[in-house]
């Protein structure tokens, strides 16, 4: 059985801090508006034709495609950040890419990192790029602290 191709995608990103990791990981979720879905993670590719939307009302437990970054750390005062890029050539029937990194630092430095993968991406496919486009988020960790961002396909 194929699951439906994506003919629309959404980036989001969040950022919380929790009781324990999950927690933390579950309050950056709700904080990027996704939290009450169910998420399965995917690889890193745009289909063709596929548009960008603003983020959408999706019902409470949908199973979605995602692919995303996260970053979770318990050390007081460091700071950690999460990012995607969207990569899309030239070659509209040709498939885009997705690419997600997270690290210690801040959200300038992944997200000037990732959008360096994304465009490596594209060339290495032997496609033009047309437009990357990134989303990052940082948060400075006061007990334990997640940072996440991701590319909804729907």
Sequence with gaps: MMLPLPKQYFIVAGQGEGFTPLNAFDAALGNAGIGDLNLVK????????????????IPPGTLIAIAYASKTSQLHGEVIAAAVAVGIPEERDRAGVIMEYSALGHKQE????????????????GLRVKNIECRAIEVKVEHIAAAFAGVVLI
């Design 42 to 57: 995917v690889s890193s590719i745009v289909p063709p034709f596929c548009e960008r939307v603003e983020p959408q009302r």
């Design 110 to 125: 992944v997200e000037e990192i990732v959008a360096e993968m994304a465009e490596h991406a594209l060339i290495s496919r």
